[in-house]
């Protein structure tokens, strides 16, 4: 089944303690992207992805890192997480040339 | 830059209401995508459509329907006979394709709820 995976679901922590989200796609797409989904905000994209080793910043990209070593990995790290990072977290993949992007489950993490 | 706008914060109808949702965008490309995403209570985001810029026909899919009209930049989403699970945050979301990095603009969506 062609989808989009993110680990944890759900995460509770507390500041300073660093974390990675995983995201993994199994459709063989070259874009990824990274979103944030806040109250009154709607989403916003942090950083994507074009290709392997080829990444770049969105709209949100402060207190965030991510890498492309491989094409179906797309992880989002955050070196030293803060309360101002709570949030749902939406990895997104689409291939290119066409218009459509999958959305993975949404990872929802708290910052204490 | 883009921008997606949805006026209403909430709305609240009874089941078998009509119900839209509005939806304004902005963008000065003339090439660019329109999109429609369900976010049911459990917080997944579901696709409902997609319309490119060059594709004014309206588009109706079973108790849904989409009105896109360029010269109001409005996409306009109408749900008819609505139904308690059509309950949900729906968003509105632009993109302008090639050439871009693909970002999807969204909205800052609309809550609507469906009372029995």
């Known amino acids: 089944e062609a989808q989009v995976t993110q680990n944890p679901r759900y995460l509770i922590t507390v500041t300073g303690k660093k974390l990675t989200v995983t995201c993994s796609q199994n459709?063989?797409?070259?874009?990824m992207s990274w979103y944030r989904q806040d109250p009154g905000l709607g989403l916003r994209q942090i950083y994507y992805?074009?290709?392997?080793?080829?990444?770049d910043k969105g709209d949100v990209p402060e207190g965030y890192k991510v890498s492309r070593k491989e094409k179906r990995n797309f992880p989002l790290i955050l070196e030293s997480p803060s309360p101002n990072q709570t949030s749902l977290y939406f990895c997104?993949?689409?291939?290119?040339?066409?218009?459509?992007?999958?959305f993975g489950p949404g990872t929802r993490l708290t910052v204490l | 830059a883009q921008k997606v706008t949805q006026a209403q914060t909430e709305i609240s109808v009874v089941e078998k209401e009509d119900v839209t949702l509005d939806c304004v965008y902005e963008?000065?490309?003339?090439?660019?995508?329109l999109f429609w995403y369900k976010q049911p209570p459990s917080g997944e985001l579901v696709f409902l459509i997609r319309?490119?810029?060059?594709?004014?026909q309206n588009e109706i899919s079973g108790r849904y329907s989409w009105n896109f009209q360029k010269s109001t930049s409005s996409f306009n989403f109408t749900i008819t006979a609505s139904q308690v699970v059509d309950s949900a945050v729906y968003f509105c979301?632009?993109?302008?394709?090639?050439?871009?990095?693909?970002?999807?603009?969204f909205g800052k969506g609309t809550l609507l709820t469906v009372n029995p």
């Open positions: 997104a993949s689409r291939r290119e040339g066409l218009n459509e992007q999958f």
């Open positions: 459709m063989n797409h070259e874009y």
């Open positions: 992805s074009m290709n392997v080793e080829v990444t």
């Open positions: 963008t000065r490309d003339t090439t660019y995508y």
């Open positions: 319309r490119n810029s060059f594709d004014e």
């Open positions: 979301a632009l993109n302008i394709g090639w050439g871009s990095n693909y970002k999807l603009t």
